[in-house]
C-alpha cells in the first residue's frame, strides 16, 4: 500500500495512491490543481451587492442595506473558507473535491510532497523521505 502521507478517514495519499470515498488514483499518473472558484464567486457578489447600496441606496431602507451586507459578508466567509482541488488522473480527467481550505491544501501538500519524493523509487519500510538519493 505504501507509506501513508495523509489520512483523514476520508480522504488518503500514500506513496502509491491517492484515495477518495469513491475512486482510487495512481499516484504516478495524478496530477492536482487548486481552485479558489468560490472565492471568485464571492467577491463578484459583494462587489454587486456594493454596486447595488451605491446606485439604489436611497431607495433601500437601513435594514435592507444591513441585510445585503451580513449576506455579502457571509458570502465573503464561505467563499474564503471552500477551496476546490482538481485531481486529473488517466481515465478520470478533472475529477474535483470541494471542501474546507485547510482539509484541502493539506490534502493537496500530501500530493505535492508524494510526487516530490520520486514514485519510481519503491519505499522501504522505515525509510525516511532524507534518506532516498538525490
Same mark, same amino acid.
Given at each position: 500500500?505504501? *507509506?501513508?502521507?495523509?489520512?483523514? %478517514? $476520508?480522504?488518503?495519499? /500514500?506513496?502509491?495512491?491517492?484515495? /477518495?470515498?469513491?475512486?482510487?488514483?495512481? !499516484?504516478?499518473?495524478? /496530477?492536482?490543481? !487548486? &481552485?479558489?472558484?468560490?472565492?471568485?464567486?464571492?467577491?463578484?457578489?459583494?462587489?454587486? %451587492? @456594493?454596486?447595488?447600496?451605491?446606485?439604489?441606496?436611497?431607495?433601500?431602507?437601513?435594514?435592507?442595506?444591513?441585510?445585503?451586507?451580513?449576506?455579502?459578508?457571509?458570502?465573503?466567509? @464561505?467563499? *474564503?473558507? #471552500? /477551496?476546490?482541488? *482538481? $485531481?486529473?488522473?488517466?481515465?478520470?480527467?478533472?475529477?474535483? $473535491? #470541494?471542501? &474546507?481550505?485547510?482539509?484541502? &491544501? @493539506?490534502?493537496? &501538500?500530501?500530493?505535492?510532497?508524494?510526487?516530490?519524493?520520486?514514485?519510481?523509487?519503491?519505499?522501504?519500510?522505515?525509510?525516511?523521505?532524507?534518506? !532516498?538519493?538525490?
Amino acid at each position: 500500500m505504501g *507509506r501513508i502521507l495523509y489520512d483523514d %478517514g $476520508i480522504y488518503s495519499v /500514500t506513496s502509491a495512491i491517492v484515495s /477518495t470515498p469513491h475512486r482510487f488514483y495512481p !499516484l504516478a499518473h495524478t /496530477t492536482a490543481g !487548486l &481552485r479558489r472558484d468560490p472565492l471568485w464567486a464571492a467577491l463578484a457578489f459583494t462587489a454587486l %451587492g @456594493a454596486a447595488s447600496v451605491v446606485i439604489y441606496g436611497d431607495l433601500l431602507h437601513v435594514h435592507e442595506q444591513l441585510a445585503l451586507a451580513v449576506f455579502c459578508a457571509g458570502a465573503l466567509v @464561505a467563499g *474564503r473558507s #471552500v /477551496t476546490i482541488l *482538481r $485531481i486529473s488522473a488517466i481515465g478520470h480527467s478533472g475529477a474535483m $473535491i #470541494v471542501g &474546507r481550505s485547510s482539509r484541502i &491544501r @493539506a490534502l493537496y &501538500r500530501a500530493i505535492r510532497d508524494a510526487r516530490s519524493v520520486g514514485l519510481e523509487l519503491p519505499l522501504v519500510p522505515g525509510q525516511q523521505i532524507n534518506d !532516498l538519493p538525490e
